[in-house]
């Protein structure tokens, strides 16, 4: 009887969790299109594009 | 997880900073010294001097190339990167606690200190990324704290709000154009100061530090509590880990306030807990003192911990802290 009543507590526990998880990931997914809506660039791409971009031009040079 | 000490500082570290690749690591300390490091075998890359009091804050530019300070002698500092060249001094009533670039750099915001005849501010210059130009004087903005001085402050997403912590536990949101106050809310204890204000990668969410032993994340645009991380020692600092969804606690408290009650001295650990699941996965030891800063590298690899003692403790994680998942992680990692 306490095995069961381990198991079921548990069972709970791994429950919540799944359920938190589930939860956030929607949050996370809504998070990125409120971004790509308003649209907001990610800076440190842009910046380490720009870096790329003038390692380009030195080898032109 | 062998840390690097990093010791060439004489008194406590008050924040450490990593640049944007997070090959160099910036550190301030009460001894008026701002130092860089490279974060990977923690060799000295140079000093910034001319400081004439503590320092309280430092920030890096999104592309590496400026170097924000501020600190006890009212002055917030910029500074070439690369050359340790001085740019401009903006002076001040009073010291300054905290400063931050907005994520394209073109701003920088400052918080200063509240003093008799003096309101708390937070006050915003517009940067020139050319680093041979001529730094304006002129605020673009300054917002006054009537109600409660702001300890931190920080730009979200795209520098749309400016989002502060304050004195008393609350956390606001401003307009980042006008300075006007969208709103304000209760999230710590009353009179339990945040201590300190991290972002996520994409800064549409932070976590929050407070002497009430809690940290607690929160959404930008609704200033709404996600997540609360209880300890039992009043906090300092908090981070968010990239890759993995943990963050990292930091605090203690100090010899000379521990209680006879208490029934451990210190507890001077790094704290590690799961992001989304609110449970404390491990500590880390070694400072002698308080933490004062945790910051990630912005990759992910490895954190450090500035602490009251003096040192930069910078970690880099190992093989077990990225295998490590819960079940139910690896559930959705295998769908």
Known sequence: QDL??????????????????????????????????????DEKLEIAKQKDGEGEIEEIE | MRPILL????????????????????????????????SHNGERLGTYHGHQGA????????????????????TIRLWEVKTSKLLKTWDFATSIKRVEFSPDGRQLLGVTEKRSGHLGSI????????????????QALRIVCDESKATVAGFS??????????EDG???????????????????????????????????????????KSAKLLT?????????????????????????????????????????TSARQGKFEARFYHKIFMEEIGRVRGHFGPLNYVAVHPKGTGYASGGEDGYVRVHHFDKPYFDFMYEVEREQANL
């Open chain 1, 4 to 41: 069961s009543k381990k198991n079921t507590a548990n069972r709970q526990v791994v429950e919540q969790r799944r359920r938190l998880l589930e939860e956030w990931k929607a949050w996370r997914e809504q998070m990125a299109e409120m971004l790509e809506e308003e649209g907001i660039v």
């Open chain 2, 55 to 74: 320092l309280w804050t430092v920030d890096v530019s999104p592309n590496s190339e400026m170097l924000a300070t501020g600190g006890a002698d009212n």
């Open chain 2, 123 to 138: 006050v915003v210059y517009d940067i020139d990324l050319d680093i041979e130009a001529e730094q304006t004087s002129e």
């Open chain 2, 220 to 260: 930008t645009n609704d200033l709404e509590v996600l997540k609360t991380y209880q300890t039992d020692t009043p906090l300092n600092s908090a981070a968010i880990t990239p890759v993995k969804d943990y963050v990292i606690l930091g605090g203690g408290q100090a010899a000379m306030d521990v209680t006879t």
């Open chain 2, 157 to 166: 997403y795209g520098a749309r709000y400016i989002i502060a912590g304050h």
């Open chain 2, 7 to 38: 010791s060439g500082h004489e008194r406590a570290l008050t924040q450490v900073k990593y640049n944007a690749d997070g090959d160099i690591i910036f550190s301030v300390s009460k001894d008026h010294v701002v130092c860089a490091w490279f």
């Open chain 2, 170 to 212: 609350s956390v606001s949101q401003y307009d980042a154009k006008t300075g006007e106050l969208i709103f304000n809310t209760q999230v710590h204890e009353p009179d339990m100061m945040v201590t300190d204000l991290q972002w996520s990668p994409d800064r549409t969410y932070f976590i929050t530090a407070s002497k009430d």
